[in-house]
């Protein structure tokens, strides 16, 4: 019996690798380059020798990625202005069934963003465990690490992520409705609106790359941020048309300039309330999104 070229059954693989090196990179390009390599590595290795090819792909995926992640750490650092992660379009199942609430939290940009305290093997350890549900046994294996260390390597990555607990979303009519009233009232100049819809202690985030105009630091607080989203509404929504989307498991409002993709902003709630919203407006960081928009 002829087995199956290593593309062939690399293929099968290849949606739950993407999904695992994204959730460990926070970068959607960076994630393909890794499970490319993957597939080099795989495609070269004795195969007879492999007995479990979904296991081996995910040792190797994520190894890559640790690598890719000790790198990066030094380059967010002297990142211009705010580093946040890629958005992804996961209403066409890139990242997975999404079908609960927890399934939608591993893939949130709130998520993303705290796992960027983590070391790299505390990343690793985290997304095995919470998203994948791997046995801290099969976590030992893939790390080439001891049971006892990834137990306390989880416990530590549990501890720094520190999840709000009870942030309950709503239905995604009301959450749509909402963000559509946010955009109207921020494009109107309509102050009393938007306090309406910010909770005090909300903040915004703009990620530019250094590419295009974004905000460089977090702006804190309900009236300052009242004051940049009326300040800047012309500057930053004016030609655009926008949209609403699932991204990384929520509705987001997504940007077009024509044909390209130029923002896409997503949105942290609690209580019915704002308390975060991420602006992504780095061309290259949103790329893969439109792509993914460009084929739906």
């Known amino acids: 019996m002829t087995s199956s070229p290593p593309a062939d059954e690399f293929e099968s693989h290849r949606p739950r690798l993407f999904g695992l090196a994204y959730r460990l990179l926070g970068s959607a390009h960076e994630a393909e380059d890794a499970v490319q390599d993957a597939y080099l590595r795989f495609s070269g290795a004795d195969r007879a020798a492999i007995e479990q090819p979904g296991a081996w792909l995910a040792k190797a995926v994520t190894n890559l990625c640790l ?34 609430a927890e399934r939608r939290e591993q893939v949130s940009m709130a998520l993303l963003v705290l796992l960027e305290r983590l070391t790299p093997t505390e990343r690793a350890v985290y997304v095995l465990r919470e ?37 309950f979303e709503p ?12 955009l109207t009232a921020a494009r109107e100049g309509d102050l009393a609106g938007l306090e309406k819809m910010l909770a005090a202690d909300v903040t915004y985030w703009g990620d530019g790359g250094g590419k295009v105009s974004a905000v460089r630091r977090p702006v804190e607080g309900r009236e300052k941020v009242v004051r940049f989203l009326v300040g800047g509404a012309e500057r930053f ?17 997504v940007a077009w300039a024509g044909d390209v993709l130029a923002g896409v902003a997503s949105f942290e709630l609690r209580d019915g309330l704002i308390t975060h919203v991420r602006t992504m407006m780095n061309p290259d960081k949103l790329a893969y999104m439109q792509r993914q928009l460009t084929r739906s």
């Open 171 to 182: 239905a995604p009519q009301r959450r749509e409705e909402l963000l559509l009233s946010f």
């Open 67 to 100: 690598t890719r992640l000790t790198s990066a750490r030094a380059r967010r650092e002297e990142y211009p202005g705010t580093w946040l992660p890629e958005p992804v379009l996961t209403s066409d199942g890139t990242l997975g069934p999404l079908e609960s």
């Open 131 to 167: 998203a994948f549900g791997y046995a801290h046994r099969d976590i030992a294996g893939v790390l080439d690490l001891s049971e006892a260390n990834c137990r306390q390597l989880y416990r530590r990555a549990v501890a720094r992520v520190a999840v709000p607990e009870g942030r």
């Open 237 to 253: 929504t004016g030609g655009l048309d926008f949209a609403v989307a699932e991204v990384n498991g929520t509705s987001a409002l």
